[in-house]
């Protein structure tokens, strides 16, 4: 038998109604519940203890569209990539949280490893272990789109089985084996994700190589939309930013340097990527790379310096892009570099405006700008391209067109110190 009078009924019945209609509007209003923070740190108060990938795993996890991550100060080990979902923001310490790869392990595989394979048999299983990142290669396929790059799921004996299964054929004839390595900080598979004030070391002196196609410090694979901001991508062996089959990628105020690779690999059908006020430097090849299909990008207010190879290197199908205000300096061999293509899939339209390059070249070559063929309908105006030093000079070329290169237009540059010539037409030079 209730106690309550009718007019109390209906004031609780109304509190009810306003309750549920308030929670209403926070989750359908738009769709969506409304935004969380979710936090992990290494000790204090959290949402999640711990130091290392399987602690931001976890975090990441818990994630929904609108949510914000918070990783507190400290180094994690890393034995796995840490996978962001779309449409979340993850935020570090900046100067302070710090994604550490894990020392290598590597083993050949007993037998031929083939396509579609979800299980692999080790000559040496020590050192595995459940949840950890590992590449399958071979001496054939050791690079590129070709290797599998995995997790264990689970560990018997010396068999270690994998998801997602091998995407090629590893032989045993060439060296089949298995190394930990992996992308650490990944975006795939997702949109409208934004990464702010993290540092990412690859702890390239006890790993094993692993190139951008399929790996780098931070990589991101996939993806429309992705801002990494403020981030640092050091010391992996292989690059240090890659991004694969993207549409939208901006990359500000980053750095990434000390890699064996490449700086930033923007590629894969790349559209409209934008890399603004980031430093590119000593990096063991060229600090901006272009792969295939990088189209309609602005590269501005960089630094690309001190890279083994060149500053800039654009090639196949890298079309209508613009490198603007950039300072591009004692790279290895030439600032600027146009990779040789045939015609169809040369690095066309492409404009060098307002920026400064200096100082580049080695004993044998250099060049501020080199131009191989096929490429036509190159904009060069109002840079400056000279060599400023007074001893070891090796920009011996302010801009070197090889033979059989197609339009190019210079307009209101400054020249100075290139001392075998500004503008210079002639055979490929030796490197």
């Known amino acids: 038998m209730s106690l309550m009078t009718p007019p109390t009924r209906s004031l ?31 000790s204090g108060e959290a949402d999640v203890i711990g130091s290392d990938n399987v602690a931001l795993q976890r975090a990441a996890d818990m994630l929904r569209p609108g949510d914000t991550l918070l990783i507190g100060p400290g180094a994690y080990t890393m034995h796995n990539s840490l996978f962001l979902p779309s449409g979340v923001r993850v935020q570090g310490t ?36 459940a949840g950890m990142g590992i590449t399958v290669l071979d001496d054939e396929q050791s690079t590129g789109w070709g290797v599998t790059v995995t997790t264990i799921t689970r560990v018997d004996g010396n068999i270690l089985f994998i998801d997602p299964m091998t995407i090629w054929d590893y032989l045993e004839q060439n060296r089949a084996r298995i190394q930990n390595t992996f992308p650490i900080l990944c975006v795939i ?13 690859g702890n390239k002196d006890r790993n094993g190589y692993l190139d951008g196609c399929r790996g780098g410090a931070i990589y991101l694979q996939n993806v429309r939309n992705i801002t990494v901001r403020n981030c640092v991508a050091r010391n992996y062996n292989g690059d240090g930013i890659s991004f694969q089959i993207t549409e939208g990628v901006r990359i500000l105020n980053c750095e990434s340097y000390g890699n064996t690779g490449l700086g930033i690999h923007p590629g894969t059908g790349s559209e409209r990527p934008e890399v603004r006020d980031s430093r590119a430097h000593d990096n ?18 960089n630094i690309f310096e001190d890279n083994g ?15 603007e205000n950039n300072r591009i300096v004692r790279n290895g061999r030439a600032g600027v570099y146009f990779r040789p ?15 400064t390059i200096l100082d580049n070249g080695n004993e044998r070559a250099g060049a501020g700008i080199y131009i191989a063929p096929h490429a036509t309908g190159i904009v060069i105006e109002k840079n400056r391209i000279a060599e400023t030093r007074t001893e070891g000079r090796t920009q011996r070329y302010g801009v070197y067109k090889v033979e059989g290169a197609g339009e190019v237009r210079l307009a209101d540059n400054i020249f100075e110190g290139n001392w075998e010539g500004d503008y210079r037409e002639g055979p490929p030079l030796e490197w």
């Open 94 to 129: 900046a100067g302070e949280t710090i994604l550490v790869k894990s020392d290598g392990v590597q083993s050949d595989l007993y037998e031929d490893a083939g396509y579609g394979l979800r299980q692999l048999t080790a000559v040496d299983p020590s050192g595995f272990r």
């Open 309 to 323: 190879r060149h500053g800039i290197s654009i090639g196949h199908k890298d079309t209508d892009n613009l490198f």
């Open 12 to 42: 609780v019945a109304l509190l009810a109604l306003l309750s549920f209609v308030a929670a209403c509007r926070l989750t359908v209003g738009n769709g969506q519940p409304p935004p969380r923070t979710i936090t992990v740190a290494q």
């Open 341 to 355: 293509e045939t015609f169809k899939n040369s690095g066309h339209r492409n404009t060098l405006r307002d920026n």
């Open 189 to 201: 598979n997702a949109e409208d994700t934004i990464v702010e004030d993290i540092i990412v070391d």
């Open 284 to 301: 063991g090849q060229d600090g901006l790379y272009l792969c295939w299909r990088v189209r309609h990008g602005v590269f501005a207010g």
